[in-house]
């Protein structure tokens, strides 16, 4: 498998006790290539999937504290070394690991069963930075599960083709990747 | 109830839909007193309690992202408007909030049922910042429920009276509030 230029799996520890875990999910420090600006908080039921959205300028850092989630990735970038790259990466809070997406790679969120996660995000919610394209867009080679039939939001469900979204990018310029 | 001077409570808003929910947990433009410079991921089993703590320097922003905290806050800050006051505030995953606890005042964190939490701290975790009392001193004024025989770690069971951590505080001399 193929991780797009820039992703990064961080694996996280989670220290068990009598009482519970503890789990350091983020440090400044840490060499992510994402500058926190702001975290959210996501439930999904089971059978949700969210995307396929890429961004211009922000950068995303997601962690899955409670079930499962199924990341699909796609580089868009065409300066990348791993351009249209496609991939799938299984996060499970039994075993946390966190994923870094730059600008420029596409992603959607699967959760086969009841989830949630926590994500940060490098830029604040700009709706001008919210491009995304059809879940299934065989160009973008997602290995999703065979047997897929998510429920998607009206807005994911009406996004345009691969080949649309491609030229929303070119017009609004993608950052080289980095 | 007064809350110690510094701590804010922040209401947080659930945006639901047919996918479930997404909320806002922090944004570094929000006026929380905490530059959040770490996260860390909690989960409790019921009955269990992590504290009293008080840090010399760092801050926390928390929230509970799943189940019920009830926050115990005790001011001894010598130089505080609130020196002295005790209180206890419950968090509910249902209706999300998060608190922002400056440094000085002392806090314990009492889960009546499962409860996952987030938090961020302003500094990254040192030992020599992490002091602390028995959680039922009756000095720090916290109101914890009559039936409560929590769960508490080994180091939380031996930590000393709070006339004990009174002094060490002022060894290590506790910033102005701020």
């Not at 983020?26 to 975290?39: I, K, M, N, S, Y």
């Not at 959210?40 to 995307?51: D, F, I, K, Q």
């Not at 199924?70 to 070394?81: F, N």
């Not at 496609?86 to 969120?109: E, K, R």
């Given at each position: 498998m193929?991780?797009?230029?820039?992703?990064?799996?961080?694996?996280l520890?989670?220290?068990?006790?009598?009482?519970?875990?503890?789990?350091?999910?983020f440090?400044?420090?840490?060499?992510?290539?994402v500058?926190?600006v702001?975290?959210?908080?996501?439930?999904?039921?089971?059978g949700?999937l969210r995307?396929?959205?890429?961004h211009?300028r922000?950068?995303?850092?997601?962690t899955?504290?409670?079930?499962?989630?199924?990341?699909?990735?796609a580089?868009?970038?065409?300066?990348?070394?791993t351009?249209?790259?496609?991939?799938?990466?299984?996060l499970?809070?039994?075993?946390?690991?966190a994923?870094?997406i730059?600008?420029?790679v596409?992603?959607?969120?699967l959760?086969?069963?009841?989830?949630?996660?926590?994500y940060?995000?490098?830029?604040?919610?700009?709706?001008a930075?919210?491009?995304g394209?059809r879940w299934?867009d065989?160009?973008?080679r997602?290995?999703?599960?065979a047997e897929?039939?998510?429920?998607?939001?009206?807005?994911?469900?009406?996004l345009?083709s691969?080949?649309?979204?491609?030229e929303q990018?070119a017009?609004?310029?993608?950052?080289a990747?980095g």
């Amino acid at each position: 498998m193929t991780l797009p230029a820039g992703v990064r799996l961080v694996e996280l520890t989670a220290h068990h006790d009598d009482r519970g875990t503890f789990t350091e999910l983020f440090r400044a420090t840490w060499d992510t290539g994402v500058e926190a600006v702001q975290w959210n908080l996501v439930h999904s039921r089971p059978g949700v999937l969210r995307g396929v959205h890429v961004h211009v300028r922000h950068d995303d850092y997601l962690t899955v504290v409670r079930g499962r989630a199924i990341v699909g990735l796609a580089d868009l970038r065409d300066d990348s070394p791993t351009a249209g790259a496609g991939c799938a990466v299984t996060l499970d809070a039994d075993s946390p690991a966190a994923i870094a997406i730059p600008h420029g790679v596409a992603h959607g969120f699967l959760f086969p069963e009841a989830a949630t996660h926590v994500y940060a995000v490098s830029h604040f919610w700009d709706p001008a930075d919210e491009l995304g394209c059809r879940w299934d867009d065989p160009g973008l080679r997602i290995p999703w599960p065979a047997e897929a039939r998510p429920q998607l939001s009206p807005r994911d469900a009406a996004l345009p083709s691969l080949a649309e979204l491609r030229e929303q990018l070119a017009r609004a310029a993608v950052p080289a990747a980095g």
